[in-house]
């Protein structure tokens, strides 16, 4: 069944999910805000089953399938612990009655609810995701290596698939966009990104060469020395505010800016 969701808030906004009885929405540790007491909360190193999948009981293969669920629960931990992602997913369910639970981002900025109906993936940056009913289906995706050392951010990538509702966070103001109304490819700040949908064909290239108005927009423009790519035909969703300005700016403010005039290659990165 389709997740009742309502999307509040301007600057910082949050989800509201309204619950039916033994409905199961489940969340990345860190982002539940509140609850009634009839919704149950569990926390589980492993995300929700695959189709098809069991959660041990009848079929599950007895020792076989103990081993098998327990190597599957581990593969998802170190992918997730190599992609810096939480370790552990929380998991709600209503229990003899509809229920609320809520849910927020890390950052200042918009939410959204993204519907999957099991013929198309989502890709989503890192920290994008806040919570999915049960049948959806969270994993990491690594983008090819020279893609990812490239350009910095998008190496590692969150993955939706199955059919329901996901809904993901980001930071400032969002804009939708899709690159075949734009002569099929865009190209965009690589801290801009925040989720695609499959079929979008995802690249970096260098801004310019190595030439003196290519070290100028480098060292002096702001982006660094690549630009993220988006080819095809499908949903792109972009936001107006990057971690790193945000960082940058509180630096500035609390008079610990060592970026100086020049920017680019040599802005001061958070972490």
């Not at 389709?2 to 999307?7: D, M, V």
């Not at 509702?165 to 939708?176: E, K, Q």
């Not at 936001?239 to 040599?266: H, Y």
Request: a negative charge.
């Amino acid at each position: 069944m389709t997740l009742q969701q309502e999307i509040v808030g301007n600057v910082m906004q949050m989800a509201v999910v309204n619950l039916s009885p033994g409905q199961t929405v489940y969340c990345e540790a860190g982002k539940f805000l509140f609850k009634t007491t009839n919704v149950t909360m569990e926390t589980r190193l492993s995300g929700p089953p695959g189709a098809g999948q069991q959660q041990g009981g009848a079929g599950s293969g007895g020792m076989g399938g103990i081993l098998r669920q327990a190597m599957g629960t581990a593969m998802q931990v170190g992918q997730r612990a190599l992609a810096g992602e939480s370790l552990a997913f929380q998991y709600f369910t209503s229990q003899g009655g509809e229920g609320t639970v809520g849910f927020a981002g890390v950052l200042p900025g918009e939410m959204r609810a993204l519907e999957l109906d099991g013929t198309r993936a989502w890709f989503a940056e890192k920290d994008a995701f806040v919570a999915a009913e049960s049948s959806v289906q969270f994993g990491i995706a690594f983008q090819g290596g020279r893609t990812g050392m490239s350009g910095g951010e998008g190496f590692i990538l969150e993955k939706f698939t199955g059919r329901g509702t996901v809904i993901i966070a980001g930071a400032g103001n969002f804009i939708d966009l899709n690159p075949a109304d734009f002569g099929g490819r865009i190209e965009v700040d690589t801290g801009c990104l925040v989720a695609f949908e499959e079929g979008i064909q995802y690249g970096v290239q260098r801004i310019g060469g190595l030439n003196r108005q290519g070290l100028m927009n480098a060292v002096f423009g702001g982006e660094g020395l690549s630009l993220a790519t988006l080819e095809g035909n499908g949903r792109v969703i972009l936001q107006s505010l990057t971690i790193e300005s945000l960082a940058n700016a509180l630096k500035k403010a609390q008079g610990g800016d060592k970026q100086g005039p020049t920017g680019g290659m040599f802005s001061t990165h958070a972490g």
